[in-house]
C-alpha cells in the first residue's frame, strides 16, 4: 500500500520564512443535486471582433469520447490528412443561443481554410473551458515572484 508525503499527512505548511502554518480543513458536503448541477456543462461568449461574438460550449465527457472517436477515424483515413484535434474540438463547441452544436463535422474543413488568428484564439479558449489547457491566473503567487524578480 502506498503512503502518501508527509506534506499530505499533516494540516501545516511550512511558509516562506520556514515557520509552520496550521491549515484548517473543513470538508463540505455536497448533495447529490448540487453536485451534478457543479458537474454541468458551462457555455461562454467570446467577442472575436467589435460587436462579433459567438457561444462556445462546454463538452460533456461523452462528446470529447465522440469527438477522439472522430479523430482516430479520420487519422486512419490517409486519402486526407486529419485536422488538428483542437480544430475538431472547436467544430464540437461552438454552439447557438441555446446551446445547441452549430457546426458539424463536415464543416472542419472549411475551419481550417479560415483566418489562423481567430481560428487559433477560439482553439485555445475551447481547450481552456474543457480542461486541455490551464491559463495560469494573473494575480497568483508564481507571478508575482516571477514580477518581483524581474525588479
Known amino acids: ?11 501545516a505548511r511550512t511558509s516562506r520564512s520556514g515557520s509552520k502554518i496550521q491549515i484548517e480543513r ?17 457555455t461562454i461568449t467570446v467577442d472575436i471582433g467589435p460587436g462579433q461574438s459567438v457561444i462556445l460550449r462546454e463538452l460533456t465527457v461523452r462528446q470529447i469520447e465522440e469527438a477522439r ?19 475538431r474540438l ?8 441555446e446551446g445547441n452544436r452549430l457546426l458539424e463535422s463536415g464543416d472542419i474543413e472549411q475551419l481550417q481554410q479560415s483566418g489562423n488568428q481567430h481560428i487559433e484564439n477560439l482553439v485555445g479558449k475551447v481547450l481552456e473551458l474543457n480542461g ?15 514580477a518581483s524578480n524581474a525588479d
Do not use: C, I, Y
Open 1 to 11: 500500500m502506498k503512503t502518501l508525503p508527509q506534506s499530505f499527512n499533516d494540516n
Open 26 to 42: 473543513k470538508a463540505m458536503n455536497l448533495s447529490r443535486d448540487s453536485l451534478l448541477e457543479m458537474f454541468k456543462a458551462k
Open 69 to 87: 472517436a472522430e479523430q482516430k477515424a479520420a487519422e486512419a483515413d490517409k486519402q486526407v490528412p486529419a485536422a488538428p484535434f483542437g480544430v
Open 90 to 97: 472547436l467544430s464540437w463547441s461552438l454552439a447557438d443561443a
Open 132 to 146: 486541455f489547457l490551464k491559463v495560469p491566473e494573473k494575480n497568483s503567487e508564481a507571478t508575482k515572484s516571477v
